[in-house]
């Protein structure tokens, strides 16, 4: 019997002729029916020594209960990690110029980009925060999860029909592509961008091809998923039924822990990563349990004693680069003024209170910065009112993080600052010093340090 249910064509049933067909070239039927002889073959053999036998994985814990509760765990989880991941890359305002965008070819995976708001100012610490914290918390589930399946990735036979080759095949991609997104994001976190540029392609596609095949799992699992976890962790369907699914040993081992014992076992283990990493979003004294915070735990003390991305050696930045010689050129509507840093401490300080959110997950706490609103550099060249989008360069040569298009309403916004000092002192060349920009609720890379020039209505 097929543990599935599925009906096989019994040996015997004569194949319908199609009368047409020329003798010696094989119909489409006769293929059909050398495919289902091979596969009875396949499946009368038995299986090979080794992990696709029946007995090989003894495991007790295993079975529908525990599989599908570590999937409904994820299915929620899943979901806030692609919803927050597709609101982190509607942050960059992708739309707005190329420069912007690690993902041109998008095509209508792009569909649903909207302008990236400016309130609230911690929008994006918190969405990139609940984004990179889950994705870690989740590995564990995760992990959990495949273990509880795995008697499923030996089935014997390995195919069964074309709806089963197919059924594989989504699952092959789901594996997959979980692997690749959890992994690329992961290392992104914590090797500080090792993929330069190619890291959100890498992720963005990927996080793509499992949710496509995340959706067509999910809506055939669900149902069994509920009814497994609703029927409680004693629930042991025969290994033969459908429920068990192949999960189920026929010859289980032992147990050495009980099922609840494994959850909190999982359990233990994300909220074990739950407080190693949350702090360098959170902030506080959680920072200092922050121990798989990339970027280290000591950022030093003083008004300049919060998180550095790159430093000024590691862009490039030559002293003489932000010395006195230093300039900052506005440009727009046709006209230009160059400043000094002098002069740009002459015009009308305006502070504003916020944090830098880095795509990596972690935040500083809102910190006091001091400069020049964009509006007021825009009436330097007669576009104060209706301040239009900005094309904003540093000093820095090369890198993808030295220019950036910011969108009107972020330019207009009355708290977007190109910031001169920073909690009562002046920046420091880390910070971005002479001049960086800092604009509320927007991804931390869009907060151009070192800044040089900036073109207002650029690109048109
Ligand atoms: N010119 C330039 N600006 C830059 C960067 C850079 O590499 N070069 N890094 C960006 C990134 S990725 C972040 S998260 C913030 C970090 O700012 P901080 O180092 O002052 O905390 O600066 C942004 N501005
Ligand atoms: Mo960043």
Not at 24 to 53: H, I, Q, Y
Not at 421 to 433: E, F, K, M, Q, T
């Amino acid at each position: 019997m097929d543990p599935s249910g599925e009906s096989d064509q019994p040996d015997g049933v004569p194949v319908r002729q199609s009368g047409s067909a020329l003798p010696g070239k094989p119909t489409r039927t006769s293929v059909a029916e050398r495919v289902r002889e091979l596969v009875g073959r396949v499946r009368e053999a038995g299986p090979p020594p080794g992990p696709a036998r029946p007995g090989f994985w003894r495991s007790p814990l295993r079975g529908p209960w525990l599989t599908g509760l570590f999937g409904l765990l994820l299915l929620f989880g899943v979901v806030v990690l692609f919803v927050t991941g597709l609101l982190s890359y509607a942050a960059y305002n992708p739309g707005l110029a190329a420069r912007n965008d690690q993902t041109p070819d998008k095509g209508l995976l792009g569909f649903y980009l909207f302008t990236w708001p400016t309130s609230p100012y911690w929008l994006y610490r918190l969405t990139q925060g609940v984004h990179t914290v889950l994705g870690v918390v989740l590995v564990p589930v995760l992990l959990a999860k495949l273990w509880s399946v795995i008697p499923k990735l030996f089935e014997w036979p390995p195919v069964r029909s074309a709806a089963h080759a197919l059924e594989r095949l989504s699952l092959l991609l789901l594996v997959g592509g979980a692997g690749f997104t959890f992994v690329t994001g992961i290392l992104n976190i914590q090797l500080d961008y090792i993929f330069p540029g190619s890291f959100y392609t890498l992720h963005f596609y990927s996080a793509w091809v499992f949710m496509a095949a995340f959706v067509v799992h999910v809506a055939f699992r669900l149902p069994r998923a509920v009814r497994a976890v609703r029927a409680g962790r004693g629930y042991r369907p025969a290994p033969e039924s459908r429920e068990a699914a192949g999960l189920v040993s026929p010859d289980p081992a032992p147990a050495t822990i009980s099922r609840r014992g494994a959850v909190a076992m999982v359990g233990a283990g994300s909220l074990a990563l739950l407080a190693v990493t949350a702090g360098q979003s959170i902030g506080g004294w959680w920072r200092e349990t922050a121990l798989l915070a990339p970027h280290g735990r000591d950022p030093g003390t003083g008004p300049n004693g919060f998180q550095i991305n790159k430093t000024a050696a590691s862009s490039g930045i030559r002293p003489s680069d932000i010395g006195p010689a230093w300039r900052l050129t506005v440009r727009g509507g046709g006209r230009q003024a160059v400043l000094t840093r002098d002069m740009l401490l002459a015009m009308p300080q305006r502070e504003a209170a916020l944090p830098i959110a880095c795509v990596e997950g972690w935040s500083t706490p809102d910190q006091q910065w001091s400069g020049v609103r964009l509006t007021d550099l825009a009436a330097l060249v007669g576009l104060g009112i209706d301040t239009p989008r900005v094309l904003v360069e540093s000093v820095q040569r090369g890198g993808s993080f030295s220019s950036v298009v910011l969108a009107a309403n972020q330019a207009r916004d009355e708290r977007s600052l190109l910031a001169v000092r920073v909690n009562g002192a002046d920046l420091s060349p880390d910070h971005g010093y002479p001049a960086r920009v800092i604009i509320p609720a927007a991804p931390g890379v869009h907060n151009t340090k070192w800044v040089a020039r900036l073109t207002f209505g650029e690109p048109a």
